[in-house]
């Protein structure tokens, strides 16, 4: 292996502008595809193959309504004292007018019921009271309602409220207040305004929802913002602005942010502007590779992705100060009688192996995300795997090339590049970091203790941690007042979603956050909306068991939503129908009272359910009420397969809660129908469910592989190159360690495992055994070339963990970065990996050592010990010629 990597080494640094020429070609070449690079933000992308998926895309394929019937809505939520006042009535209408009388704001409204909304209940009612106009057909315009409710005694007012939101009101209606507000209630802290808008087609991707539409929401917002009372406004245009913004705004902040700290902390660490220079060159090199590699691979560009850059940063000064310091402590052992080329040489022999497995088991730790069933993921490991190898092409070729190149120019003309390196020399740093040889001299049984006792505590927090997916992770909060004075491609944009989501989820149902239940089976059996019926009853508390914890109960009920509550809504127009004149009703009223009366004749009512002519009553239905298609699915021969149950929930309510309750309702379907018909659990709630099991069971599977693949590799590696297997085993041990630490940091810090951080455990691996392979086999050099155990310890945590302190330092400051994103969900991977790098570099730094002499005591070579009979073999600590070693320093033959 010495004898490869010297040879290696020798060539890198013999035809130095090949090398430069050739990886200039490559980075132009990957570098091309970066212009292929798309960006990619809505969720969908990180559901998987179930069942529950399956019922889901029929459901969207087969029970939609196109004529005339895809609507969006906008939900504008009026906050303040008390909504039904005269004054917050007045202020509701007239921010209404306001938006109405901009047609580019109307051109994207729906032809029917553009806008509804409480005070518009109120302000009809005021106007026919005052008009005697009880007539059910027209409504008043907006300025007629306005009017009519200044007109208002308090007293009046008063009556019409309580008449309008009391116990017979419809459920709609009722709808426009929040669960608080009991009937017949005359204040309320809360109103609901809903505008209706046009589409052409349904939208199932945010990120296909018509732009049009989405500058009319965020105008309407903006006008709303503008008002006296507090507004929270919600609509798919606005929350798919947001996210895709999100994604482009915390790249605009943490990338610059980031490269500005690498400079400053590699300033710190190389005190010399030529080596900061390469090392921001390199960094370039790797990112315009993985990104080339991006496009011309058609991999898009997520919320996962964002982290790679950061990551890869913090790999790359890793590769770049193990180089650039091994190479100035070459130069410093031979005071300056080694040439750049030969130093680089030796330099490079002698970390190259230790860089080379570092790279093979970070990537064998990325690709582990493999595994998962979550395609985002799976890209997040292909690209960081990819960009891993990058850097280790850039940092161990085209960087040390140039490198020789620039230092022998400047030398040849009388410049000293003469550096010491970073941690050596009778420095604090170096005091602080013997600590770990001391430690492992005087007590290592007790570090070693020490560290398995807090693996234990972080083992039972691991047990304890969330697990969380949810659209809202990817929602940003409001940016803090500093973000404002950023210049112009950094300033972030208006984030308000994520507190209005809150605001409206709290009492108020959001625009389409209900679950879904398909059904499948004997649908035509003359009990099927009996056992519907009795599926309802017992979801809704009213049977044999509780109500569904997350079952949404407003001012006008449970709103649970199936064939049946449709044929009853459709029966009661009915009424209403019969005094219009026959000969003015159109086609749609007819079959409405066709319906009626089909329903009635099959035993149907508000109180009873019908139990015979199923098939006809669906055929009246469909007739009568086209929107029924969206319950009631019937094939091209003519057949029904499937019916479609709806359940509200609150805005608020927890994922996995509203998914154990949409498959309990399911039981239920199930149950009632005696086994006769398959309900399936459908609906945003369960596909995030199970995403959340997949996330989960990534952690668990990406560990397991990570850890096994990384063992077996170290192992041979360490036999291959002549040493015990056992060693690699040692190396790997602190990483285990690290991984318990950070999952108990999760769990006291509340951070759940989601899309980013379901990640860290193969992370901690991949990083964090770049560290222990850095000691360990630099200290297996030292033992041989040596000959004495604390000798070759202190050497080992002075020299190679002084490149490991200013590594992790940078690499900690990088992702450190990540805590300023509007991004949540990138703020806590910034944080946890930050903690995953400073607990690896403690590890091998600390604790390592105590387990390397241990192993050195029971399972290694013999003889380095003080005072030990046997003596090592000669070969080892012979004199001779210098010669490179596989990780690092040189080895004496």
Not at 521 to 531: F, I
Request: aromatic share 8%; hydrophobic share 45%; charged share 15%.
């Amino acid at each position: 292996m010495t004898g490869i990597s010297d040879r290696f080494a020798d060539f890198l640094t013999t035809y130095t502008k090949s090398v430069i020429l050739v990886t200039l070609v490559l980075t132009v070449a990957i570098g091309a595809g970066i212009t292929g690079v798309e960006q990619q933000s809505n969720t969908q992308q990180f559901e998987s193959d179930s069942p529950e998926a399956t019922a889901q895309t029929f459901i969207d394929e087969n029970m939609t309504v196109d004529e005339g019937g895809n609507t969006t809505l906008l939900q504008v939520l009026q906050q303040r004292d008390d909504v039904l006042t005269k004054e917050a009535i007045n202020e509701s209408l007239t921010l209404q007018q306001e938006i109405v009388a901009r047609e580019e704001l109307t051109q994207t409204f729906a032809d029917e019921r553009a806008v509804f909304g409480y005070a518009n209940v109120i302000g009809s009612a005021a106007f026919r009271q005052q008009t005697g106009d009880n007539a059910t057909a027209g409504q008043p315009s907006l300025e007629q309602q306005r009017q009519a409710v200044l007109d208002l005694e308090e007293g009046e007012l008063e009556s019409i409220v309580t008449d309008v939101f009391g116990e017979n009101a419809e459920s709609e209606v009722l709808g426009l207040m929040p669960a608080s507000f009991e009937p017949g209630d005359t204040t309320s802290e809360s109103g609901l305004t809903v505008f209706r808008q046009q589409l052409d087609e349904e939208v199932q991707n945010p990120n296909s929802f018509p732009p049009e539409l989405t500058d009319a929401q965020l105008e309407i917002r903006s006008i709303a913002n503008d008002q006296p009372s507090e507004y929270a406004v919600f609509g798919t245009g606005i929350l798919g602005e947001e996210i895709g913004q999100s994604l482009g705004d915390s790249g605009g902040i943490v990338g610059p942010l980031a490269l500005l700290f690498v400079v400053v902390a590699l300033t710190v660490a190389y005190r010399d502007l030529l080596d900061i220079v390469l090392g921001v060159v390199g960094i370039i090199a790797v990112l315009v590779w993985t990104f080339g590699f991006m496009g011309w691979a058609g991999v898009a560009f997520n919320q996962l992705l964002l982290a790679v850059p950061v990551l890869l940063i913090g790999l790359s000064i890793d590769y770049a100060i193990h180089v650039f310091m091994r190479y100035r402590e070459q130069r410093t052992e031979a005071d300056g009688e080694t040439g750049t080329r030969r130093s680089m040489a030796l330099a490079l022999a002698g970390v190259g192996a230790a860089l080379v497995w570092v790279t093979a088991t970070a990537a064998l730790g990325f690709l582990a995300n493999l595994t998962s069933p979550i395609g985002p993921l799976q890209d997040f490991g292909i690209v960081s795997a990819f960009g891993v190898l990058s850097a280790l092409v850039i940092f161990g070729g085209l960087i040390p090339a140039l490198k020789i190149s620039i230092d022998g120019f400047l030398e040849a003309r009388g410049f000293d590049r003469q550096k010491r390196a970073f941690g050596t020399g009778e420095s604090l740093f170096s005091r602080l970091l013997a600590g770990g040889a001391m430690a492992a001299q005087r007590f290592p049984v007790v570090v070693v203790v020490l560290a398995l006792v807090l693996s234990l505590g972080g083992a039972f927090g691991a047990t304890q941690v969330d697990t969380s997916f949810d659209e809202t992770d990817f929602l940003a909060d409001s940016p803090p007042g500093w973000t404002q004075s950023l210049p112009g491609p950094m300033a972030p944009g208006t984030y308000e979603v994520s507190d209005d989501i809150q605001s409206i989820g709290d009492s108020f149902q959001q625009q389409d956050n209900e679950a879904e239940i398909l059904i499948r089976g004997n649908v035509t059996d003359e009990q099927v909306l009996t056992w519907l019926d009795g599926a309802s009853t017992e979801a809704a508390g009213e049977g044999d068991t509780e109500k569904l914890d997350t079952l949404f109960v407003g001012a006008g009920g449970p709103d649970i939503q199936s064939p049946l509550s449709l044929m009853r809504q459709t029966a009661a127009e009915a009424d209403e129908l019969e005094m219009v004149d026959p000969g003015q009703r159109t086609e749609q009223q007819n079959a409405t009272l066709a319906f009626a009366s089909s329903f009635e004749q099959a035993g149907g009512s508000a109180d009873t359910v019908p139990d015979s002519n199923i098939e006809t009553l669906y055929s009246d239905l469909l007739s009568a009420d086209p929107q029924a298609a969206g319950f009631i699915h019937q094939t091209d021969d003519g057949e029904y397969d499937a019916l479609r149950v709806q359940f509200g929930v609150p805005g608020n309510a927890a994922i996995n809660e509203v998914a154990e309750d949409n498959r309990a309702f399911s039981e239920f379907v199930e149950s009632e129908s005696g086994g006769a018909l398959n309900a399936v659990s459908a609906g945003d709630q369960v596909i995030f469910a199970n995403v959340q099991d997949d996330l989960l069971s990534t952690v668990i599977q990406g560990l397991i592989i990570t850890l096994v693949s990384v063992f077996i590799f170290l192992s041979l590696a360490y036999r291959l190159t002549g040493n015990p297997a056992s060693l690699g085993v040692v190396t790997l041990v602190p990483v285990a360690l690290a991984v318990t630490w950070i999952l108990g940091s999760m769990w006291l810090l509340n951070i759940p495992f989601n899309t980013l951080t379901g990640t860290i455990t193969s992370l901690t691996v991949g990083l964090g055994i770049a560290y222990s392979i850095h000691i360990s086999s630099r200290y297996e050099l030292e033992l041989r070339r040596q000959g004495d155990v604390w000798k070759a310890m202190n050497t080992t945590v002075t020299g190679t963990g002084g490149a490991l302190l200013g590594s992790a330092a940078t690499t900690v400051g990088g992702f450190g970065t990540l805590a300023f994103a509007i991004l949540p969900i990138l703020r806590q991977f910034g944080i946890i990996t930050g903690l995953t790098i400073i607990y690896a570099f403690l590890a091998s730094v600390f604790v390592l050592p105590s387990l390397l002499a241990l192993w050195t005591r029971y399972f290694g070579p013999t003889g380095y010990f003080p005072g030990d009979e046997d003596t090592p073999d000669e070969s080892d600590t012979a004199t001779g010629e210098e010669q490179p070693a596989a990780d690092g320093g040189t080895e004496m033959q």
